[in-house]
């Protein structure tokens, strides 16, 4: 096993900086540090990143770490396609997925930067071939771009399932409207304009006709030349789809399969359609950073940087990024997820330092386990800081009574002995089950699924009839449907 991983140690690039400890020694630490976000026990365990690769189903893992406004180190792993033997490198481009709004935000304020566009008009004033359909949920108030870009708008349509390779793709124009051959609801008002944080792709997507309609261009040639190549992201593209494919990662679920020709395009492109690499998006990352402290201006000056990464509304949120406080010092930061791509990326306001780490799989917890490992080996701040769970071991004959099959809207949950413990799998995945952790005879969690929590629930005759999930403030029974 050890050799075939050494096969895969893939291009490096290294670029020196002052300090005590090593960059060798630093990519080694990170490599063996991967932590889970929760701890089951007294201390916390450290993974290695081919393990977690393999338990995850993962293909390849491509990283580029920021310190002092600078990438410090940047390196692939793994398969970029295993069916063709073409390893990841740090060229290999991966999909952006919701990471692609931070970047729309950039071309969005840069026209309202050059005085093309006010941030805070009603958006139809700049929409000519369809204008929004104001309705008496908006309660007579109008939806700005900063509401769009900041997931205040009120609006539908969370995010995007993409398309099959070689099927026919609607416009934008037809995404918004709901239009044949789109694979998605209408992009419509839920609630009143600037009254809570609501994420909303397609609201992205209406400042994707928003810079179309304004700038009379094709919106990724106004991307590629008004901010991707201002940043030096040299190996990025909003293109859909793309028309060099030999870069590109493939994207493979869990169980080993790749996505049906390969990966799905993505017409929605301020949403979702970006491919690029962790090393362009660290480029990214550091001109916010320099720019917010107004040390440079490549694509937004210092007040628009400033503006960008300020909360709207909620505190969470700012223009196409998230704003994130661990242990008083803040992050702006963005998640995506297309299928079978995941990724995140963080920035620290202050100081230069961060991460962006791009996956061609479908289980996230690599990403975050490689996160927590960067975060503790460049001993950010309190940014790690995991909650500490005593673990409970029922006895088997209890066990026994909790196997069998629960209904969750349409998906089966299933529980079933794996040795001497109880295994989830969701529709039969994945193959090995994901073992259930308990904190009480009846109360369990899932180590690779931070913020689930399950507890079994008896009929009058003391039999198991239901699990209860508590997940993102929502509570569901999950009825048996095997007895």
Not at 107 to 130: C, F, H, M, R
Not at 406 to 415: F, P, W
Not at 424 to 452: D, M, T
Request: proline share 5%.
């Amino acid at each position: 096993m050890k050799k075939t991983l050494l096969l895969l140690l893939f291009p490096l690039y290294l670029f020196a900086q002052p300090g005590s400890e090593s960059i060798t020694s630093k990519i080694s630490r990170v490599e063996n540090t991967l932590s889970p976000p929760v701890i089951y026990g007294d201390t916390i365990p450290h993974a290695n990143i081919y393990d977690r690769m393999k338990a995850t189903g993962t293909k390849a893992v491509s990283i580029a770490v920021i310190r002092n406004y600078k990438i410090e180190w940047a390196k692939a792993y793994g398969w970029a396609d295993e069916a063709e033997q073409r390893k990841a490198t740090t060229e290999t481009r991966f999909q952006a997925a919701s990471i692609s709004k931070s970047l729309n935000s950039l071309g969005v304020l840069k026209l309202a930067q050059q005085g093309k566009l006010d941030p805070e008009a009603d958006i139809n004033t700049y929409l000519k071939s369809w204008k929004f359909p104001y309705d008496s949920l908006a309660h007579g108030k109008t939806i700005s771009v900063n509401n769009l870009l900041s997931h205040t708008a009120g609006l539908g349509v969370h995010g995007f399932p993409g398309y099959k390779r070689g099927k026919q793709l609607p416009t934008a124009l037809q995404v918004v409207k709901g239009e044949s051959p789109v694979n998605t609801a209408r992009v419509r008002s839920l609630f009143e304009p600037g009254k809570k944080m609501q994420y909303s792709g397609g609201g992205t997507t209406i400042t994707q006709l928003v810079v179309t309609e304004i700038t009379g261009r094709a919106y990724h040639e106004y991307m590629l030349d008004e901010v991707l190549k201002p940043l030096g992201m040299t190996n990025s593209s909003y293109q859909q789809p793309p028309a060099d494919t030999t870069k590109l990662a493939t994207g493979y679920y869990r169980n080993g399969k790749p996505v049906t020709g390969k990966f799905h395009v993505y017409p929605e492109q301020a949403a979702a359609g970006l491919w690029t690499t962790p090393t362009d998006l660290a480029k990214y990352i550091i001109e916010c950073q320099l720019a917010y402290e107004g040390k440079s201006a490549k694509v937004l000056n210092q007040s628009w940087t400033r503006k960008r990464l300020t909360p709207y509304i909620d505190s969470n949120v700012a223009l196409g990024v998230f704003i994130e406080n661990r242990g008083g010092i803040r992050y702006f930061n963005h998640n995506g997820g297309n299928e079978a791509f995941l990724c995140t990326s963080y920035g620290s306001l202050k100081d230069g330092y961060g991460v962006v780490i791009m996956i061609n799989g479908d289980d996230f917890s690599v990403i975050g386990e490689l996160l927590n490992s960067v975060a503790q080996v460049y001993d950010w701040k309190d940014f790690y800081k995991p909650p500490f769970k005593k673990i409970v071991t029922p006895a088997k004959d209890s066990l026994a009574r909790y196997v069998g099959d629960y209904l969750v809207m349409k998906d089966t949950i299933s529980l079933q002995f794996c040795g001497d413990d109880i295994c989830l799998r969701q529709n039969g995945q994945p193959s090995g089950g994901y073992k259930a952790i308990f904190s009480s005879n009846i109360n369990f969690e899932i180590g690779e699924v931070p913020g689930a929590f399950f507890r079994v629930l008896f009929n009058a005759e003391g039999k198991a009839e239901a699990l209860e999930l508590k997940q993102g403030g929502n509570t569901l029974k999950l009825e048996r449907i095997t007895k």
